[in-house]
């Protein structure tokens, strides 16, 4: 079930009360089995592959505590842990590999292989993909690689084990979890505490705000111009790729906020997934803010693992690229992921290179890079920057990335920025005002949240009819405002149809 | 023993105060729920009031329900009866009903009120969907409260069952759209005017007027024994509101409002002779009347009267009614009498405006 449907409406309540009725050793297996039949709402059949996951990483864990314990020779030990790692590791990721990648793959091998005129036939699998099946099986794996690392001992108890992989408002879209965080929380089952229940709500209110408000009204307006860009292209390309920017922060951070309020209201802590990254400096200074949990997993996971910068600057450049393919490919099976991927991957590596000339620059021309002024180029740069992969995550293909790309530069259109040609992209003027407004208040919280202010703990200790105030008008904002229900149409109501 | 009995007392006082803001902030947003529901609801469309806001204030005071489609909505004129035999009544008639939607009104109703008798026209008695789609569920049910029989209505008429529409079955979103109106009027906030905010009613006990005149479409004439044969959804509720009616001892009287028929609808009011038989029902076919005319009664070319036509079949049942069944009639110096005559100015006012933008 979707966060944003009435089912998950009634279904978080009704975990709450249970949770907080049922005595202390009930309480996670009442998660467990709500995180099971959260999952099961999207498809039954599929938990399976969840349990599946669960199971073998439990066991790789067991086992690997086991070898760490054992008075065999330390080289046998080390060889037998890193074949308990790959074993792990190569169940999970062909799991993943056939539901999400195969027929990617065996389209892509198709292709080249008809470039050297040899003819391959390769019937599309037809699998639905497993929602949530990237982000369980990077968690599931992390805690792996965490007790081979000796960095937290295996968890005996499996039920608690399961409630770690299938944790429900974390499963389906992140945050990715670590051991260390989550699992500890979950020895402790915290009691009630209002201060947080309340705190909960002001996540998840914030969250909807993002998603239904302003993530599914800009969704409006791109999915028309992106899906005729051959006619709606310049400055209406412009536009819809910059408003994708933000649509793709506020539906990805939208859906991280109301899993973070869900847990929270249940008493535990899940890592943030976004800080204020459209206020990042630099490429490098936005990936510490993106999607945090998905660059920390493959920073240390993968790219530590290649050796990091540690062997050099050209294996340095060549790691980054490697993790930012992989993420590119994480997100989607198709190229443009891919390209988008190793667009950022570039910008990381050229921003490496050329930070000893900017630096140099910056000195002879005595800009101050503490500055405001400096800041806030550094910040437009580097959103125009990130801006332009989003093309290629946007974009329904490669092709289709690169035909944008053309549109936006071979047609001068700037007028349509002035003279109402934006209302006509199926959004009226009051509701694009309005996603304007709506885009200008996420702005001065993320602003906020970049000085350093948490304007939740700032509501948190405010009166309580202040905060009932916010409250009620907030929830009153998303009824009104937000893209939900159905779309009121006048003319399905005429009066002579039947 | 003081120290605990302060720290209980606190820990009652700061649970007290919770407990009190959790149920002020639920209160104050279903209160603005409610208003916002309130404000965005279409409250008319076209030419017709949706919120029927006249019914609710009084059911009682209306011995007569019409129920129906476009049909009964454009075709029955309460004040025209008024006018005719003063016996109160109020059109229920929404667009593409269908008969198991009508059977859903009348059960709604009955938490109302208990009519002294109900006119339901037959037309799509012989459909095989129960409804046509969401938005005719919207026009059919959005003036009645929420309440268990709302939710049962939505649950027989929309759980696992296909549209006419789209052939598509309704999803969950699509029926709590029906029961919470808000969901589906929300949206309307970029379109709100002094009229969402100050509804002034014409009120017309329901009924919709059209003025226009159009020309009919050729009727192909059929046998006069000519029916289709299915057994329909339109059947089988057409039978569930009969016996309704029997098991709460309230007449009921089928008619078949005329339009210019094709083959194929003269056979459908054919459909209806054999339940009015079976149940000993009256049943008015205007299709085999010559109450109304064509040439200057049609609205449209091939479904509803205009206000002309409208007149003359309202009369027709009016008398028709008075004739058959005990409905009283309210003289001129009774409380109901006087306010329905006012009431029965004004439309009158209203039709003739109508009338001269026609001209």
């Keep these: 079930m979707l966060f944003n449907s009435i089912d998950f409406l009634v279904f978080l309540p009704i975990v709450l009360l249970v949770y907080y009725i049922v005595p202390h050793r009930l309480r996670q297996i009442w998660l467990l089995a709500a995180s099971y039949f959260f999952y099961m709402c999207w498809n039954a059949k599929y938990v399976v592959l969840l349990l599946f996951s669960t199971i073998v990483t439990y066991l790789s864990g067991i086992i690997l505590e086991r070898l760490k314990a054992s008075s065999k020779p330390t080289s046998f030990v080390e060889k037998s842990k890193k074949l308990v790692v790959a074993i792990c590791f190569t169940l999970n990721l062909g799991i993943l590999f056939l539901f999400k990648y195969l027929n990617f793959a065996t389209n892509l091998l198709s292709q080249v292989m008809s470039r050297f005129g040899i003819s391959l ?55 990715i979890e670590r051991s260390k965080n989550l699992l500890k929380q979950l020895y402790k089952p915290s009691e009630p505490d209002f201060n947080r229940f309340v705190k909960g709500i002001y996540y998840i209110l914030w969250g909807f705000f993002l998603k239904i408000v302003l993530a599914d009204r800009i969704a409006i307006f791109v999915d028309t111009v992106y899906s005729d860009y051959e006619n709606y292209a310049g400055c209406y390309l412009i536009v819809a790729t910059v408003l994708f920017a933000i649509q793709i922060y506020c539906d990805f951070g939208g859906y991280s906020l109301i899993a973070v309020g869900s847990a929270e209201m249940l008493g535990i802590s899940l890592v943030r997934n976004f800080d204020a990254p459209y206020f990042s400096v630099s490429v490098a200074d936005f990936w510490r803010r993106w999607h945090i949990s998905l660059t920390s997993w493959f920073r240390d996971y993968l790219y530590i693992p290649l050796g990091g910068g540690k062997r050099g600057k050209a294996r340095k450049y060549l790691n980054k690229m490697i993790v930012f393919l992989v993420s590119g490919l994480w997100h989607g099976a198709a190229l443009s992921f891919v390209a988008w991927g190793g667009i950022n991957g570039l910008y990381q590596v050229i921003g490496e290179i050329l930070t000893p000339i900017k630096e140099k620059v910056t000195s002879a021309l005595r800009i101050n890079r503490e500055g405001i002024g400096y800041k806030l180029l550094c910040m437009m740069a580097t959103f125009a920057l990130i801006d332009f992969s989003w093309i290629f995550f946007r974009a329904p293909s490669l092709r289709s990335s690169i035909e944008i790309i053309a549109n936006i530069c071979k047609v001068h259109n700037m007028w349509v920025l002035f003279d109402g040609s934006l209302y006509d992209c199926g959004l009226n003027q009051k509701n694009f005002n309005l996603m304007l407004v709506c885009i200008v208040i996420l702005l001065l919280a993320d602003f906020a949240k970049y000085r350093g202010k948490s304007l939740i703990k700032e509501l948190l200790a405010q009166d309580g009819w202040f905060q009932i105030a916010v409250m009620v008008l907030s929830i009153l904002g998303i009824i009104l405002f937000g893209i939900w229900g159905g779309e009121y149409n006048e003319t399905q109501f005429i009066y002579f149809q039947f | ?243 309704k009616c029997q098991e709460d001892s309230i007449p009921i009287l089928l008619v078949y409002i005329p339009f210019p028929v094709t083959e194929e609808w003269k056979m459908e009011a054919n459909m209806v002779y054999d339940i009015a038989e079976e149940y000993e029902l009256e049943y008015i076919d205007f299709t085999n009347l010559d109450v109304v005319d064509f040439k200057t009664d049609c609205f449209d070319p091939n479904s509803h009267l205009n206000l002309f036509g409208q007149e003359k079949v309202s009369r027709y049942i009016g008398r028709y009614i008075i004739e058959h069944y005990d409905i009283q009639s309210y003289s001129s110096d009774t409380n109901t009498g006087k306010k329905w005559d006012d009431l029965y100015e004004e439309y009158s006012v209203y039709r003739r405006e109508l009338i001269g933008e026609m001209n």
């Design chain 1, 121 to 175: 036939y390769m019937p599309a699998v037809d699998i639905l993909l497993p929602v949530g099946i990237s982000f369980y099986t990077f968690q599931a794996l992390g805690y792996t690689v965490d007790v081979y690392r000796n960095e937290i001992y295996a968890e005996k108890n499996f039920f608690r084990y399961a409630l770690f992989v299938s944790f429900f408002p974390q499963l389906v879209a992140g945050p």
């Design chain 2, 1 to 243: 023993m003081k120290h605990n009995s302060y720290i209980s007392n606190s820990r009652f006082i700061m649970i007290t105060r919770r407990t009190v803001a959790v149920v002020v902030t639920m209160a104050l947003v279903i209160v603005g729920g409610y208003i916002i529901q309130e404000v965005t609801r279409a409250k008319s469309s076209e030419v017709k009031d949706l919120s029927r806001s006249t019914y609710f204030t009084d059911p009682e005071q209306y011995d007569v329900i019409f129920l129906g489609t476009s049909h009964a909505l454009y075709g029955i004129s309460p004040f025209d009866i008024w006018n005719e035999c003063r016996i109160t009544s109020y059109n229920w008639g929404s667009p593409a009903s269908t008969i198991p939607s009508d059977y859903w009104k009348l059960v709604n109703i009955l938490d109302y009120q208990k009519p002294g008798l109900v006119v339901l026209d037959c037309y799509n008695v012989s459909m095989t969907y129960k409804t046509m789609s969401e938005y005719r569920i919207h026009e059919a049910f959005d003036s009645f409260p929420l309440s268990y029989h709302k939710c049962l209505a939505i649950k027989d008429l929309m759980q696992g069952q296909r549209r006419k529409d789209d052939d598509l079955i309704y999803s969950k979103e699509e029926q709590v759209n029906i029961l919470f109106p808000i969901s589906a009027y929300h949206s309307r906030w970029d379109r709100l005017t002094e009229e969402d905010f100050d509804y002034q009613l014409i009120d017309t006990k329901g009924a919709g007027l059209l003025a226009g005149v159009a020309e009919p479409i050729e009727m192909s004439a059929t046998s006069a024994k000519a029916k289709l044969a299915t057994d329909s959804y339109g059947i089988q509720y057409l039978r569930k509101i009969i016996e």
